[in-house]
């Protein structure tokens, strides 16, 4: 099965923002998420970076409002996981066939990564009409999705990687990007200190960022 382009386009299109979480901590998940969510964001991507990751994720999909997904997803078994976990999305850094091939069996949809034009036709050819491009300021930032919109009109975007709030603006004005993802609304020091009203106010600015009209 192609991309389930319909449901991942109504969850991208909740926020402008998706916050890229890398938590360990499961009793900071709830009040992380409830914070996320109070601020405006309530799409949540939880890479599955640490050894808490998928206990996180349970705790976070507890969150009334919360959309949550998995991140840095790489193998099936990790898919198999997210589900379990409660996850309704799933993104990774990248699309390698037998990430994809796995995708086709598994019931919530896939946001792959991207870098290049190459990569993204390959996408394209079994049926992903939304990628992520990563790591997006490494790879040229806001002028090569730019670039990519002419060539590319039938693909949508999540930029992620090095973005902070002034570069999300001016990734949301292009055409082809729908969302961005970033993790500059959750400092790690905010974390440990359990200063959540700080992250509470970084998420609502992000929530603030608007596609323009
Ligand atoms: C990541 O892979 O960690 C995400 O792309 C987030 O990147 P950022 O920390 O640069 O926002």
């Not at 990774?92 to 949809?109: K, Q």
């Not at 946001?111 to 992520?132: C, D, H, N, Q, V």
Request: with cysteine; proline share 10%.
């Amino acid at each position: 099965m192609p991309q389930d382009a319909p449901a991942l386009r109504s969850v991208l299109s909740l926020a402008p923002v998706i916050p890229v979480i890398i938590l360990d901590d499961v009793d900071a998940a709830r009040p992380l998420a409830e914070a996320l969510v109070a601020g405006g964001l309530p799409v949540l991507e939880v890479t599955l970076r640490t050894p808490n990751a998928l206990r996180v994720i349970a705790e976070m999909a507890k969150v009334p409002g919360a959309i949550v997904g998995s991140g840095t997803v790489r193998s099936p078994l990790q898919m198999e996981q997210s589900v379990h976990a409660g996850c309704q999305f799933m993104v990774s850094p990248g699309a390698s066939p037998r990430l994809l091939d796995a995708a086709d069996e598994i019931g919530i949809p896939l946001l792959p990564g991207i870098g290049t034009p190459t990569e993204a036709m390959t996408a394209s050819e079994r049926g992903y009409s939304f990628l992520k491009f990563f790591p997006a300021e490494a790879m040229g930032g806001a002028p090569v999705l730019k670039a990519f919109a002419s060539p590319l009109p039938d693909i949508t975007f999540c930029p992620t990687g090095g973005i902070d709030v002034e570069k999300a603006r001016t990734y949301l004005a292009l055409p082809n990007v729908i969302c961005v993802g970033g993790s500059w609304i959750m400092p790690q020091d905010a974390i440990a200190s359990g200063d959540f009203k700080r992250i509470e106010t970084l998420a609502r600015e992000a929530a603030g960022l608007k596609k323009p009209a």
